[in-house]
Nanobody
Framework: QVQLVESGGGLVQAGGSLRLSCAAS????????MSWFRQAPGKEREFVAG????????HYADSVKGRFTISRDNAKSTMYLQMNILKPEDTAVYYC?????????????????WGQGTQVTVSS
């Protein structure tokens, strides 16, 4: 069993930055891929970024490439999402998720563990 807790969300002006954290406890943190997803009101949950257990492989959604950076510190059992040059369309609830295996996949279904989410609001 893995418990995930996100933090770091908030209200920021367009062009600003936020850093999200996802603290994990329970099952060995470093063994599986983890990802960030987001869900805006009235929209489906979408993949934002993913990282393998070792951190060697990273994928980003096209909409955040060049602006967001995903990382993880296995010694601290924590994953991060540095978000720069934020836009109003980045407004959503952001979730961290963990899955078995090392493959990073965009669909939400393969992810077994989810955090409760943290709200990010970007004002124009």
């Amino acid at each position: 069993q893995v418990q995930l807790v996100e933090s770091g969300g908030g209200l920021v002006q367009a062009g600003g930055s936020l850093r999200l954290s996802c603290a994990a406890s329970g099952r060995t943190f470093s063994t599986g891929a983890m990802s960030w997803f987001r869900q805006a009101p009235g929209k489906e949950r979408e993949f934002v970024a993913g990282i393998t257990g070792s951190g060697a492989t990273i994928h980003y959604a096209d909409s955040v490439k060049g602006r967001f950076t995903i990382s993880r510190d296995n010694a601290k059992s924590t994953m991060y999402l540095q978000m720069n040059i934020l836009k109003p369309e980045d407004t959503a609830v952001y979730y961290c998720a963990a899955k078995f295996g090392q493959s990073i996949v965009a669909p939400a279904t393969p992810y077994t563990y989810w955090g409760q989410g943290t709200q990010v609001t970007v004002s124009s």
